[in-house]
């Protein structure tokens, strides 16, 4: 087979890539390529292998079978050849990373200890705020990459989801099949900080019922937030992991519309370092444990 047939590194990013966005032109934008020169690179491979590696349908493409398996093989190859790069071009072992207060660096410990591993010298450099300080970090370049509840939607950070978090309500005396309109009604709002996604949750779910609350206190700690609301000073919405992380077992179901909020890993557009990359990969094969 000539030189020219072979399926390259770049070739093997293409067809990951559009495979996980399940769009050629997804993938495209992703990668800053033509979407001729990409259709051509998907074609190059199926050539290659003489398979069809993809279905195209209305709405993008899928895996064909035998996509689902060179694309899990494509990624042990890319993840390799990522720490490669990092070990040869010895490239500082460094990572800074955000997360939200309310996760602290669980979403991520287990991603850690296997770069770790690898890189024993790593440097990591963890900061933690609200979604909003969060994203402004980012996009001053004091962090690389960041686990955020729902998102701002600024237009010059990159958002990619990765799972749903549960939100539930808790506070003192509460009992299960309790009435929460009934409950929250007049109750002090126990928040990080005032710019605290939640307090926008809270607020939303307030105004939708057409319920009242008391004072907005602002704790600023989450081991703080969660003694003060079990002393009976204020309901918290917080994410059913961390109710059962202090071990708190009962606490007030939000309504079925504002239940759920998005999770996602964010950086700033156009910059994914080696390291990070490699951070990425392990966490998203981790993600299911949070």
């Given at each position: 087979?000539?030189?020219?047939?072979?399926?390259?590194?770049?070739?093997?990013?293409?067809?990951?890539?559009?495979?996980?966005?399940?769009?050629?032109?997804?993938?495209a934008?992703?990668?800053?390529?033509?979407?001729?020169?990409?259709t051509?690179?998907?074609?190059?491979?199926?050539s290659?292998?003489?398979?069809?590696?993809f279905?195209?349908?209305?709405?993008?493409?899928?895996?064909?079978?035998?996509?689902?398996?060179?694309?899990?093989?494509?990624?042990k190859?890319?993840?390799?050849?990522?720490?490669?790069?990092?070990?040869?071009?010895?490239?500082?072992?460094?990572?800074?990373?955000?997360?939200m207060?309310?996760?602290?660096?669980?979403?991520?410990?287990?991603a850690l200890?296997?770069?770790?591993?690898?890189?024993?010298?790593?440097?990591?450099?963890?900061?933690?705020?609200?979604?909003?300080?969060?994203?402004?970090?980012v996009?001053?370049?004091?962090?690389?990459i960041?686990?955020?509840?729902?998102?701002?939607?600024?237009?010059?950070?990159?958002?990619?989801?990765?799972?749903?978090?549960?939100?539930?309500?808790?506070?003192?005396?509460?009992?299960?099949?309790?009435?929460?309109?009934a409950?929250?009604?007049?109750k002090?709002?126990?928040?990080?900080?005032?710019?605290?996604?939640?307090?926008?949750?809270?607020?939303?779910?307030?105004?939708g019922?057409?319920?009242?609350?008391?004072?907005?206190?602002?704790?600023?700690?989450?081991?703080?937030?969660?003694?003060?609301?079990?002393?009976g000073?204020?309901?918290?919405l917080?994410?059913?992991?961390?109710?059962?992380?202090?071990k708190?077992?009962n606490?007030?179901?939000v309504?079925?519309?504002?239940?759920y909020?998005?999770?996602?890993?964010?950086?700033r557009?156009?910059?994914?370092?080696?390291l990070?990359?490699?951070?990425i990969?392990?966490?998203?094969?981790?993600?299911?444990?949070?």
């Amino acid at each position: 087979m000539g030189e020219e047939n072979k399926v390259d590194i770049e070739n093997m990013k293409a067809f990951v890539t559009v495979a996980e966005l399940e769009s050629i032109s997804g993938a495209a934008i992703e990668l800053n390529h033509l979407q001729s020169n990409m259709t051509a690179k998907i074609k190059k491979i199926e050539s290659y292998y003489n398979q069809e590696l993809f279905i195209r349908n209305s709405k993008g493409v899928k895996l064909t079978r035998y996509g689902e398996k060179l694309y899990h093989q494509f990624k042990k190859i890319l993840f390799l050849w990522e720490e490669t790069e990092n070990k040869m071009k010895k490239n500082e072992e460094k990572i800074r990373i955000g997360t939200m207060i309310s996760g602290g660096g669980m979403q991520f410990s287990s991603a850690l200890n296997k770069l770790f591993e690898t890189y024993p010298d790593l440097s990591i450099n963890l900061k933690t705020g609200s979604t909003e300080y969060i994203e402004e970090q980012v996009l001053l370049g004091n962090i690389d990459i960041a686990y955020t509840i729902g998102s701002l939607n600024n237009k010059q950070i990159n958002y990619k989801k990765v799972g749903l978090e549960e939100m539930v309500i808790i506070g003192n005396a509460i009992e299960s099949n309790m009435n929460f309109d009934a409950y929250v009604s007049g109750k002090n709002i126990l928040v990080l900080s005032d710019r605290c996604l939640y307090l926008s949750i809270l607020n939303s779910i307030f105004t939708g019922l057409n319920i009242k609350y008391g004072e907005i206190i602002e704790v600023g700690e989450l081991e703080t937030l969660v003694q003060f609301a079990m002393m009976g000073m204020g309901i918290s919405l917080v994410p059913k992991r961390i109710a059962k992380r202090y071990k708190i077992n009962n606490y007030l179901e939000v309504p079925s519309s504002y239940r759920y909020i998005d999770f996602y890993l964010i950086t700033r557009l156009s910059h994914e370092l080696p390291l990070e990359k490699q951070f990425i990969e392990l966490n998203n094969s981790l993600i299911n444990n949070i």
